[in-house]
C-alpha cells in the first residue's frame, strides 16, 4: 500500500474568509496569466531577501535598518505577496506535467518548491497572533495553504516513493513505517473532518489520539528515518571523500558519480520528509486555523520533529571542493574558495569559513559524529582559528615589486595592507539554477599568517625531526533558514592543506618547498582515511607502493602521459636510507633491497656528488623536485621530447654501455640524479679517431635547470649530433632513428626552434650619412650559439693511459700541433666522404723521401689488452739528426667519469723482443 493512499486532501476555509479568498483567486490566477514567471535564480534570491527581513539579518553590502517591527513585517507581507504569484505559476507548472517519465530532476524540483512553502508557513503558524491580524493576512495564509494541498495531492497520484534501494531491509522498513504513518495521519484527517466535537470530552479525547500518534507511530518512524540517513550518509561520505582524494592525488578529470549518487539520496531523503512535512502543515492549518477546536497548537511538536529530522539530515550536507588542484597554500597567494549545500530545499543565509588545525578537525569530525550518535542536531560551538584569512577585492593593487620578480608571470602576492585579516570569512550564498544548489563562490581569498597556536599545534612527528609540515583544514560552517523558524547549521571538513610562507623565495624550490610538498605527497598517498579526515601515518610504506606513487606523482606534476617505469627503480631502491634515517623496521631491507619506505627515508639529504671542491648532499625528494622544474618550462622541449620517447629514464652507466656496445654511432638522453635532477648526454662516435676499435662512449656534462634556461634539449641535440658526427639516437622502446629525421619530426609537431628564421631584416636611420628621416634596409644573417665537446682525446683513450701509469709507459699530452693535424685530418676525410681505409690507401702514394717505401700501416695502440700492437720502428740518431715527419698514432683517451678497472698490460713487442729504452719515444697529440 503506497504512503499516499486516501482520499485528496482539500482544504476547508471558513465561511468568514470563503469569499475574500474566492476573490484573491480569480485576482491572482489573472495576475499569473499576464506575468511570466522569473527565472529560478531570481525566486531563490526573492526568498533568500524575504527571510533576511523577516530575521532581521545585516549583510556587509545592506544599508541600515532603521524601520521598526510593524515596518519590517509589512515588507515582509509585501515580499510574499509577490512571492505567490510565483509559486502559483511553479505549482500550475508541476501540475501541467503528465508526462509519466518524471525523473530525478522533477523529484528535486517538486522537492524545493515544497520546502520552500513550508519554510514560510511554519514561520507564519508559529506567530498567528501577530501576523494574522486582517482578513489580507489570513488570505495569504490560506494561499500558501492551497499551494500544499495541491503539491501533496500530486505527489499522491504521480510521485510515488522512491524506490532506489529496493533491496535493502532497512530501506524497506523505513518505507513501511512511512506507509504506517501517512495512513495513521490520514485517518485523523477524516475523524477531524467528519466528527462533531460538541463537548470538551470529545476534543480532549482528540487530543489524545494525537498524542497517540505522534508518540507511538510518528516518532518511532522518525526514528527509523533519522538512523537510516546517517548510516547510509557516513558511507556515501566516505565514498566521496575517496574520490577527492584520488582526484587530488593522481588529477585525474573525469565524471564523478559519487557526489551524484549523494545528490540523489539526500534528494530522495528530503522528498520522503517534505511529504510528511507538508501533510503535517494542512493537518495542523485546518485544527488551528478552520476548526479551531484548542486554544493552543497539539501539532507543533510534530512538526518540530520533522524539522529536527530535517536538520540533521541536512547537518552534513554541505562539500567543499577546494583545494582541488594543489594541497598547498602560499601566505599572501590568492586562491578560489568553492563550496555547496548538496541537500535541496531550505535557502541558506551563509557560508562561514575559517582554517583549522589537525587537532581542531579531530574535534570538529567529533561533534559532528555525537549529533549523529543522538540522532538531534546541536550547534557546534566555536573552534580557534590556525590562520588568519581574508577576502581581497576583485580589484586591488598588487605588490610594488612583482615586476621584478622572477615568477612575476605567476605571482599573485598581495600587500596584507590591501585587506582586512579575520579568523574567519563569510561568503554570502548564490543560487545555482543548472544544478538547483546554494553555492558559495569568492574567486580571491588569501592566508595572509599562520598563528601561532596553528604552528605549535604540530605532532610528535614534527618534534621528532621528520620533516613533516603542519596539515591543515577548512572548515565550512553554513548557516541555513530552517522551516523550524530557526537557524540551523551544516558543518564539514575540506581536503586536508599545508601552507607554505614566503621565506627564501629564490630558493623555495629546492629548499622550503620540498618538506610541503613531500607532507602532501605522503599524507595523500599512504590515505589513512578517517571519515573527513586523513590521518598522518609516520610508519613505513611497502616498496612497491612507494614506486607506484613515485611514478604517480611524477607523471602527474610533469604533466606528461608517459610514466617512469619499474627499471628506472633500480638505482633508487639501494639509495634510499642511510645510518640517520634508517627505520629499525624488521623486513626494511632484504639483501641490501630497500623493501620498506619512510617518510624520514624521503627527506634525508643522504644522495650526495663531490665535483673538485663542491661538495653537495641532497634528498630524493629535491631531486625529483628539481627535474619537475626542468618539465615545468615549457620552452625547453623536455616534455615533448620524454612524451615521444627519445628521452630515457634513469640508467646505470654499465647500463647506458650496453645500450651503445652494439652501435658504432649513437647517442643516448637520459634522466639523472647525478648532480640533483638533470638530463645527461651519452654519445658513442668515430669523429675524432681513425681507430674503429675505440669504442669507449663518453658521457657530456649533465644539464641541468639553469642550462636548459639557456638553450632548450633540441638544440642542445642537434649541436652535439653535428659536433661529434653522430647520425642515431637510442630511444626508450630501444628503436635506433636518424637524428635528423627525429629533429625534422619535431619540427613538424610545432616545436618552435631556437631561431625562427635564418635572417634578420632590420631598418634603420644611422647606418647611413642621408637623411635622418631616411631608413636604410638591411639583411642580417642570424646567429646562434653552438654547443661543443671539450674533450680532447678519442673516448677509449683511457684504458691505455691507466695502463701506461701502471707500467711507466707512454704518457699522453693534450694541446700540441698534431692533435689540431688530427682532427683536420678527420674533418677533411669526412667532407670528402672517405672511408679509413681509402685515406689509409691514399697515404699509401704519398711520396716521402725519408720512407723511400709505402708507409707501413702500423696498428693502433688502441688495441685490446689481450692484443699485442706493433711497435713503432726504433728510431736512430740519423734520422733524429734529420729531423723527420712522423706520423703519430691517435692518443690516449682522458680519464672516463667511471674509471676504467685495471689490467695488466705487456710492453709492446719488435720482432718479439720487449721495447724498454730509458727514454721512449714521446708520441705528442
Request: with cysteine; charged share 20%; hydrophobic share 35%.
Amino acid at each position: 500500500m503506497s504512503i499516499y493512499s486516501g482520499r485528496r486532501l482539500t482544504s476547508a476555509p471558513s465561511l468568514k474568509t470563503l469569499s475574500i479568498s474566492s476573490t484573491a483567486d480569480s485576482l491572482i490566477d489573472r495576475f499569473s496569466e499576464q506575468i511570466k514567471m522569473v527565472p529560478n535564480e531570481v525566486f531563490q534570491k526573492l526568498l533568500y531577501d524575504l527571510f533576511c527581513m523577516w530575521h532581521g539579518v545585516q549583510r556587509h553590502y545592506d544599508p541600515p535598518i532603521p524601520d521598526s517591527e510593524e515596518q519590517r513585517m509589512q515588507k515582509v507581507k509585501n515580499l510574499i505577496c509577490k512571492l505567490l504569484t510565483e509559486i502559483d505559476g511553479r505549482v500550475n507548472r508541476i501540475k501541467q506535467n503528465n508526462n509519466h517519465q518524471r525523473g530525478q530532476d522533477f523529484y528535486e524540483e517538486w522537492t524545493m518548491l515544497t520546502w520552500n512553502v513550508l519554510c514560510i508557513t511554519s514561520r507564519l503558524q508559529n506567530s498567528l497572533s501577530q501576523v494574522l491580524v486582517s482578513n489580507e493576512d489570513k488570505m495569504i495564509y490560506s494561499r500558501l495553504n492551497q499551494a500544499l494541498v495541491e503539491l501533496v495531492n500530486y505527489s499522491r497520484d504521480f510521485l510515488p516513493f522512491p524506490s532506489s534501494n529496493e533491496m535493502d531491509p532497512e530501506y524497506v522498513m523505513l518505507r513501511d513505517k512511512m506507509n504506517q504513518t501517512m495512513m495513521s495521519l490520514h485517518g485523523l484527517y477524516r475523524q477531524m473532518n467528519s466528527t462533531m466535537y460538541q463537548t470538551p470530552n470529545d476534543v480532549e479525547h482528540f487530543r489524545l489520539h494525537l498524542q497517540t500518534f505522534g508518540d507511538d507511530i510518528l516518532v518511532p518512524c522518525l526514528e527509523q528515518y533519522k538512523t537510516f540517513c546517517n548510516k547510509n550518509c557516513m558511507a556515501l561520505w566516505q565514498h566521496v571523500r575517496s574520490v577527492q582524494i584520488e582526484r587530488m592525488r593522481d588529477q585525474v578529470k573525469g565524471h564523478d558519480s559519487s557526489i551524484e549518487n549523494l545528490v540523489t539520496f539526500y534528494s530522495n531523503m528530503t522528498y520522503v520528509l517534505a511529504v510528511l512535512g507538508a501533510r503535517l502543515q494542512g493537518f495542523r492549518y485546518d485544527l488551528t486555523v478552520n476548526k479551531k477546536l484548542f486554544n493552543f497548537d497539539p501539532v507543533i511538536h510534530m512538526s518540530e520533529a520533522v524539522f529536527a529530522a530535517l536538520e540533521l539530515l541536512m547537518s552534513n550536507c554541505v562539500l567543499a571542493t577546494e583545494p582541488s588542484t594543489s594541497a598547498i597554500l602560499v601566505t599572501n597567494n590568492l586562491f578560489a574558495m568553492n563550496c555547496g549545500a548538496l541537500a535541496r530545499g531550505v535557502v541558506f543565509k551563509d557560508f562561514e569559513i575559517q582554517v583549522v588545525s589537525e587537532e581542531t578537525a579531530e574535534h570538529i569530525q567529533s561533534e559532528m559524529s555525537r549529533q549523529r550518535l543522538l540522532q538531534h542536531p546541536a550547534p557546534i560551538g566555536g573552534v580557534p582559528s590556525a590562520a588568519l584569512l581574508a577576502m581581497k577585492p576583485t580589484t586591488g593593487t598588487k605588490r610594488s615589486n612583482a615586476a621584478s620578480n622572477a615568477d612575476s608571470a605567476n605571482n599573485t602576492a598581495h600587500k596584507k595592507s590591501d585587506v582586512n585579516s579575520k579568523e574567519s570569512v563569510i561568503i554570502y550564498p548564490v543560487y545555482n539554477s543548472k544544478n538547483r544548489y546554494w553555492a558559495a563562490t569568492y574567486p580571491h581569498l588569501l592566508c595572509t599568517t599562520r598563528q601561532k597556536a596553528g604552528v605549535n599545534s604540530t605532532s610528535n612527528n614534527d618534534k621528532q625531526g621528520s620533516g613533516k609540515r603542519p596539515i591543515f583544514y577548512f572548515h565550512i560552517k553554513a548557516t541555513m533558514f530552517s522551516p523550524s523558524g530557526r537557524f540551523a547549521t551544516a558543518h564539514t571538513l575540506s581536503l586536508p592543506f599545508t601552507i607554505a610562507t614566503r621565506r627564501n623565495q629564490d630558493c623555495q624550490v629546492q629548499r622550503m618547498m620540498s618538506s610541503y610538498t613531500a607532507t602532501i605527497f605522503w599524507l595523500y598517498g599512504y590515505n589513512s582515511q578517517d571519515g573527513l579526515l586523513l590521518q598522518w601515518i609516520d610508519g613505513g610504506m611497502h616498496w612497491d607502493h612507494f614506486k607506484h606513487l613515485f611514478k604517480q606523482h611524477f607523471k602527474v606534476n610533469a604533466d606528461v602521459q608517459r610514466s617512469l617505469i619499474d627499471n628506472d627503480f633500480e638505482l633508487l631502491k639501494y639509495k634510499l636510507q642511510c645510518p640517520d634515517c634508517c627505520s629499525g623496521q624488521d623486513g626494511a631491507r632484504v639483501n641490501g633491497v630497500q623493501q620498506i619506505v619512510t617518510f624520514k627515508n624521503v627527506l634525508c639529504p643522504h644522495l650526495r656528488y663531490e665535483c673538485n671542491s663542491t661538495n653537495v648532499r641532497f634528498s630524493v625528494w629535491r631531486g625529483m623536485l628539481e627535474l619537475l622544474q626542468i618539465f615545468h618550462d615549457t620552452r625547453n622541449n623536455v616534455r615533448k621530447l620524454w612524451e615521444m620517447g627519445f628521452l630515457m629514464g634513469f640508467l646505470e652507466f654499465e647500463e647506458v654501455d650496453s645500450l651503445l656496445e652494439k652501435h658504432k654511432s649513437a647517442l643516448i638522453m637520459r634522466l639523472s640524479f647525478v648532480t640533483g635532477g638533470t638530463i645527461c648526454f651519452t654519445v658513442k662516435s668515430l669523429a675524432h679517431t681513425l681507430d674503429p676499435r675505440a669504442t669507449r662512449p663518453i658521457h657530456l656534462e649533465p644539464l641541468d635547470l639553469k642550462r636548459l634556461q639557456q638553450k632548450c634539449l633540441k638544440d642542445y641535440l642537434r649541436d652535439i649530433a653535428d659536433a661529434e658526427k653522430v647520425k642515431y639516437i637510442l630511444t626508450a622502446n630501444q628503436e635506433v632513428l636518424r637524428i635528423d629525421e627525429m629533429l625534422e619530426t619535431i619540427k613538424e609537431l610545432g616545436v618552435k626552434p631556437e631561431s625562427p628564421s635564418e635572417s634578420r631584416d632590420i631598418s634603420s636611420n644611422i647606418t647611413h650619412m642621408g637623411d635622418i628621416d631616411t631608413m636604410q634596409h638591411i639583411k642580417f644573417t642570424a646567429m646562434r650559439i653552438a654547443v661543443v665537446t671539450c674533450k680532447v682525446k678519442p673516448p677509449s683513450a683511457d684504458q691505455e693511459e691507466n695502463d701506461a701509469k701502471g707500467l711507466s709507459r707512454l704518457t699522453a699530452t693534450f694541446g700540441t700541433r698534431d692533435d689540431e693535424f688530427l682532427r683536420e685530418l678527420v674533418q677533411l676525410a669526412n667532407s670528402y666522404g672517405k672511408s679509413k681505409q681509402e685515406l689509409m690507401e691514399t697515404l699509401d702514394y704519398v711520396h716521402d723521401p725519408f720512407q723511400p717505401g709505402p708507409i707501413r700501416k702500423a696498428s693502433s695502440i688502441y688495441e685490446g689488452p689481450h692484443t699485442l700492437p706493433l711497435a713503432p720502428a726504433p728510431i736512430t740518431r740519423q734520422s733524429i739528426n734529420m729531423a723527420p715527419t712522423l706520423i703519430s698514432p691517435p692518443p690516449a683517451k682522458p680519464p672516463s667519469q667511471l674509471p676504467s678497472p685495471n689490467q695488466t698490460t705487456l710492453p709492446h713487442m719488435y720482432n718479439g723482443v720487449p721495447m724498454i729504452y730509458e727514454q721512449q719515444p714521446r708520441f705528442e697529440f
